[in-house]
Structure formats: C-alpha cells, structure tokens
C-alpha cells in the first residue's frame, strides 16, 4: 500500500508531491500520484496523515516537480497547511479557506500503483514567504469574492486587469442570486461538486 499526493496549484494545474521515506518514484502531469510519508517529531520514519500547521516543500532528492513534509523551521520548508479536510474524488466540492495558495490531493494507493489512488484528505497550504497567490485580487489559488477574472473567466491579477476584464462580487448557484453592482454574470458549464455555476462580474 502506498500513499500517493497530488498538489494543485493555482487553477486547474497539478505538481506530485511525496516524500523521501518511501523512496518511490513519480509519475509527473496532472492526477499523477507518488509515494509519500513523512518523518514524525521524534524522527522516526513512519508515515503519517498531514495535520494542520504541518509543512511542505520541493524536495531537493527526487526533482523540482515533487515536494514533501519538512519541519517548518527547516529552510526547505515552503507551505504550511491550514487546514486539513476530507479528501473527494470531485476536487472542485472542495472550498479552502481564504488565504490558501495551494491544495494537495492526498490519495491512497494500493499493490505498488502510482496512478491513481483513493482520496482520503486534502491539504489547504500557504506559503512560508510573502508570496500569496491565493489572496483575493492576486491571480491564484481558489476562486475566491475580490478575485478578478477575464472575459473567458479565468481567474487574473486584478493589478494587471483591464477594461474589459471583471471584478468577482459573488459566486452564485444562479444569475438572479447576483449582488447589487453586478454588470457582467458569467454562467459556467456544469462541473460535479462545484458550489456554485454562475460568476457575478461588476467593474474592476
């Protein structure tokens, strides 16, 4: 039985994270997964479910696009989790906390198989540096009210947003739910999990 970790960063992109106690190998690209564990307190090297105010970052072992637990005092140490909730196989029913940069998709395989996987938790993580994605307003992480998106609804910097760009004032399940303000609702097409279908847009 292995464990395997997806981290998504941003909207729609996905890294493999594990960590070196397996030893395993990782298959890169979205919904990839990888064994992962980490080293407890004590130093040992069993692995262990990810906790809330644990610590993650690239690891210098196995390449730049996997990651693993470090000790948040560690210098390799880049995020620290949030929050820690239920894992889900419909990524978008999951709603991070404000402030979140990134989400990892912990999942769990079984007879040495590195696609794939059970989920059983995801990882609500910010970064440890000044550099926060998942801010309202600065491009990243979930979409989130005070976010900024083009005519296409993708999420953009509102710094770099232009006039025909939109400021997000709602995430609503139907157009008549739009705040006061609203010039510009954006219907999605369905998504399974997805709290809400329609993007209320108002002036930037």
């Given amino acids: 039985m292995t464990l395997g970790v997806v981290l998504a960063v941003g909207f729609g992109a996905s890294q493999v994270l594990k960590d070196e106690d397996t030893g395993a190998s990782s298959s890169p690209g979205p919904g990839a997964s990888s064994s992962s564990g980490a080293s407890d307190p004590s130093g040992s090297e069993e692995s262990r479910s990810w906790e809330k105010g644990d610590c993650g970052g690239p690891d210098p072992e196995k390449g730049s696009d996997s990651y ?18 239920d894992g889900s196989f419909m990524p978008e029913s999951v709603q991070c906390p404000a402030g979140t940069d990134l989400i990892i998709e912990v999942s769990i395989s079984y007879g040495g198989s590195e696609a794939g996987g059970i ?70 097409m369905f998504a399974i999990g997805r709290p809400f279908d329609v993007i209320c847009g108002g002036k930037v």
């Avoid at 693993?68 to 909730?85: H, N, P, Q, V, Y």
């Avoid at 989920?119 to 540096?129: A, I, K, M, Y």
């Fill in 68 to 85: 693993r637990m470090f000790d948040c005092d560690e210098s390799g140490a880049t995020f620290k989790a949030l929050e820690i909730m």
């Fill in 119 to 188: 989920p059983t938790e995801t990882v609500c993580g910010r970064n440890l540096s000044d550099d926060h994605p998942g801010d309202a307003g600065a491009g990243g992480g979930q979409l989130v009210e005070g976010d900024c998106v083009d005519a296409k609804a993708q999420e953009i910097a509102c710094a770099s947003a232009g006039p025909a760009d939109h400021k997000v004032l709602g995430l609503v399940k139907e157009k008549s739910e739009c705040p006061a303000g609203t010039t510009a609702p954006i219907e999605l």
